[in-house]
């Protein structure tokens, strides 16, 4: 067994949860930062007049102005308020970002789901999931970047073709990820012992398995919102997607358009506006996924070792003869809050 | 009188964690000369390991604290040297075996690589190619009978002393074959027969026993003034646990080398110790010669230990065990930490921690080896049940 | 123990075999993709056309889809991949640029290995506290960053800024050698002749360091975690017994456990790198597929290539799979344990 193991006081989850949080700071920033990225996208859509002051087409006797309280990201040559178009963007990115790893996350996962847990070979389940293994495969088998593309030629431009093109580039991932974590868990003692209980199989995916899955699952969605979101950029930035200037802006698009036309080298806080836009939205959600998968991993949880040093022993102080009940005892299993690994056993 | 080996002063080891802080190791002291054999003893979680590792600064500082005491290897306070030169005391000075032979064998390499290595490290720092520990004219070799050992090893060694750098040269072009007579030589004195056949296997190619073979080779061909096992045999099959005990103890014989044993088993201590410290909640608890500590113990817990321990078959009843369970080391309780499961427990057990004294009251507390208990009610432990 | 040579030739050898359907695969995705919509594709993909270069499109693509795909497939394997709408063979073309972009993600893989591989160590043996957290700030950053933005980050103001050239492999359109391997530091070297030498490597530096910043996540977070994974082990505690130095401990023993899923991971998204060479190769006017690709594509409002898009999602896909293949193979070299046979 491993060397002490501590006991943890009777918190709810929630109580973790912040102090965890708040141990590992990087993703505690990250969580603010979604934070308030969510509740601005949230203002902007349901009152945009609260913070943006212009149109996004809106053009402006100030020209190529730099930033200044007026405009604070500054203007571009025809007068047109960067600030208003990268925060008009914000809620369009980020629905984008959801709705596309939203969607490929329930096509993937569920198919994930079956190929992982009804895959006994020479049944009908069997067959379903060679097949869809063999699909994702070859899915899997183009750069996403590329296949999105290739797809979006094909349907069209504009923002919905884009967003069904990614989408379709996008479910092989959670298929395999799914399906990776079902095997993992499906023959773990305890399912085995459900199963041995008479639980049905069904039962057995919805209950046990899927509750396993969720955890590493949705890690990789919040990692995943921003790699979505900087694949839509690029294609915006390509040139596919999203028109700009145009009264939905977007990010990629509005970085494209200043590049190409040149005035760039010139106003610098044209490019640099949506650029850090972009860049804060996605290290945000970086940071959270990161961090959240740090926090789930329970081999990686010793980071949370903070250093205070005790020097002495407690004072001998009289406690009550209760001290006993509180030790781990059979009738009481408490789950450890930290298990710290030596390695060895003691 | 010979100095000992390791002389542990009142050792005080400490985890930090988010949660809080948690003591693991309080006031152990403990002393090996050389050509003993010295067990500890005692039930998971009670710090045995911790303090195995502690003596060679193993255990990784951020979160584990030393947080008071002394560990006087030949002379030299290994609490007070810097991290960096703690490399140098290591291999030649101090060597350690493991208890999971599965993972204390790099699994890249292969066996005659691994041996070698350790090897290697030895001729480097014999020839003072590399800085040693090694204290004195007197190379500390386990093949002659003890010299008397020289306080203050040199961790002040130049690197290159004269000649050196012919013998360095000649080092390197030592072949493998050279190297390769040793090893063979260590995996015979470990008793594996046709050592040539596993040289170039790698460590998941062969049993438990061999790996653990291998692993006691490795740390002996360092020529350790001190060794330390930490529970050597407790991953290993019954039958295989017989054929390395037998194999530890006749090397046991042969090498001349402290040793510190430790494990949670105590027909395995009998064997193999000559004296044993029982360890509870941190603590030392008791500490004597093997026999008499066996035959007599002198502390309420050894006592339930050793009754806890099965002899003979029984044919129905519930198996003795000791009540309550171990407690929480970051609230370890007032005074004598067993006091909430002791049958002898007085309002005094509570107070300070009894100090750990011989059970001879008129013998000189400082007499190494003696018969020591901590509880004040030593001398009646013998007439509980 | 199934790990002599001849082993090796069967390990590689099953592997080599399992490629083929997955290529299969992958060639005939791409003709369903790329032929999804079969009317008013032509108008589709040649907007600003004239009539004839249409009624070509059409006649082209308005045979039955089995007599299309039939010869599709035998163009591709025999060299024939198509042209763009100014006549200019695909293949050629491609095969002209394919080792610029070769050179650039060797280069920023050489990078991610020898900068990212050494972060993640520092992570794992300071996890938890200071060194941790600027390391994941650091590789965190490079993920989020867009490769367009990394690009056009570099390209507009740190390459003017450090006087490093953003544009083209070297100063002059032509070099004054002849181009043997179209690697430009390689034939520069090779011509022997050093101010382009330098000058090609100064070309390379911006592209390749924008590429491997981007990616550099992969290889120190991987490390980072496999480190991890491979410290608390015992054989760590035998090595520092032994009296190694941390630095021996850390690379010689712990590091060779823990590469063995770095690089396999590596392989992996080597192939994936090839699309961040699409925007990188745009913005640096670096004269690889990357750039071919971005034209082909319709990017920036060129006229697109049919053939030459296809010919290119297929080329990348092709490199994903051989990325994987020499992942797989990597890890059955460097880890003992695993049986050739």
Known sequence: MAAPILVAKKDGPLSVFWRVLRANPLSFIGFLMVAILGVTALIVVVDPNLIIPYGPLQQTVARNASPSLQHPFGTDNLGRDIYSNVMLALPLDLGIGFAIAGSALLIGGTLGLIAGFYNTPGTIGGWTSVSI???????????????????????????????????????????RLVR??????????????????????????????????????????????????????????????????????????????????????????????????????????????????????????????????????????????????????????????????????? | MTEPVIDVQHLSITYTVGAGTFYAVSDVSLQIYPGQVVGIVGETGCGKSTLAQ???????????????????????????????????????????????????????????????????????????????????????????????????????????????????????????????????EYLRLVRINDPETILNLYPHELSGGMRQRIMIAMALSEKPSLLIADEPTSALDVTIQAQVLTLMKELIEEVDAAILFISHDLGVIAETADEIGVMYAGRIVEYGPVAEVFRSPRHPYTKALLKAAPSKYKSEGPLDSIAGSVPNLSRPPPGCRFNPRCPLVKDICRGEHPPLAPIDKTANPDTPGIHRSACYFADEVPGLP | MGRSLSDLFIFVGKRLLQLIPVLLGVIVLTFIVSHLRLTGLCNEWYPHAGATTIANCEAKYGAPLTTQFWQYFTGLLGGNWGASVTGVQVYPAMAADLPATVELVLAALFLMVVIGIPLGVIAAQYSGRLGDHLVRIFYLSGWATPTYLGAVIAAVFVG???????????????????????????????????????????????????????????????????????????????????????????????????????????GITAGGLLAGTVVIEEVFDWPGIGQYAFTAIGGNGSTPNFDGAIAVVIIFAIAVVVANLVADILYGLLDPRVDWR
């Open chain 1, 180 to 346: 990776g974590e079902v095997l993992a868990v499906k023959h773990l003692p305890y399912v085995n012992a459900a199963r041995a209980a008479g639980v049905t199989e069904n039962r057995i995916l919805l209950r046990h398995v899927l509750r396993n899955v969720l955890e590493p699952t949705i890690v990789y969605f919040t990692l995943d919102i921003g790699t979505v979101l900087v694949t839509y950029s690029t294609i915006g930035f390509i040139g596919v997607a999203s028109k700009y200037p145009g009264p939905n802006p977007e990010w990629g698009a509005m970085l494209a358009f200043y590049q190409q036309t040149g005035s760039s080298n010139v106003y610098p806080w044209l490019v640099i506006a949506p650029g850090a836009a972009i860049f804060v939205t996605v290290l945000a959600f970086s940071l959270l996924g990161d961090g959240l998968r740090d926090i789930l991993d329970p081999r990686t949880r010793r980071a949370f070792v903070r250093g205070t040093i005790a020097h002495e022993p407690p004072p001998e102080a009289p406690a009550p003869l209760a001290v006993a009940s509180e030790a781990v005892t059979d009738s009481n299993p408490v789950a450890p809050v930290g298990i710290i690994d030596t390695g060895t056993r003691s």
């Open chain 3, 160 to 266: 003017p800024a450090l006087g490093l050239p953003t544009s083209g492999e070297y100063s002059t359109p032509t070099p004054p050698f002849t181009q043997y391997t179209h690697m430009s530091v390689i034939d520069a070297a090779l011509a022997l002749n050093l101010p382009y030498t330098v000058d090609a490597v100064d070309h390379l530096i911006l592209p390749a360091v924008v590429l491997a910043f981007i990616n550099m996540g992969i290889a120190t977070r991987m490390t980072r975690a496999s480190m991890l994974e491979v410290l608390p082990l015992d054989y760590v505690k035998s090595a520092r017994m032994k009296g190694l130095g941390e630095f021996w401990v850390m690379y010689k023993h712990a590091l060779r456990n823990a590469l063995i899923t770095t690089t396999t991971v590596l």
């Open chain 1, 133 to 175: 293994m063999r699909v994702t495969d070859i899915f899997l088998s183009f750069p996403s970047l590329i296949l999105a593309l290739a797809l979006t030629r094909v349907l069209g431009l504009g923002v919905g073709p884009t967003v069904l093109a990614i989408t379709i580039t996008w479910w092989p991932f959670y298929v």
């Open chain 2, 54 to 184: 502690a003596i060679p600064r193993l255990l990784p500082e951020p979160p584990a604290t030393i947080g008071g005491g002394e560990i006087i290897f030949r002379g030299t306070d290994l609490v007070k040297v810097p991290k960096r030169q703690l490399p140098m005391v290591r291999g030649t000075g101090i060597g350690m075996i493991f208890q999971e032979p599965l993972n204390s064998l790099n699994p890249a390499y292969r066996v005659f690589d691994q041996i070698a290595e350790s090897i290697r490290i030895r001729h480097y720092r014999d020839m003072g190619w590399v800085k040693s520990f090694q204290g004195g004219d007197v190379p500390f070799d386990y093949s002659k009978p003890a010299a008397p050992i020289t306080v203050g090893g040199s961790l002040t060694k130049s690197i290159i002393p004269d000649g050196a750098v012919e013998e360095a040269a000649r080092d390197r072009l030592r072949t493998r074959s050279e190297f390769r007579d040793e090893v063979l």
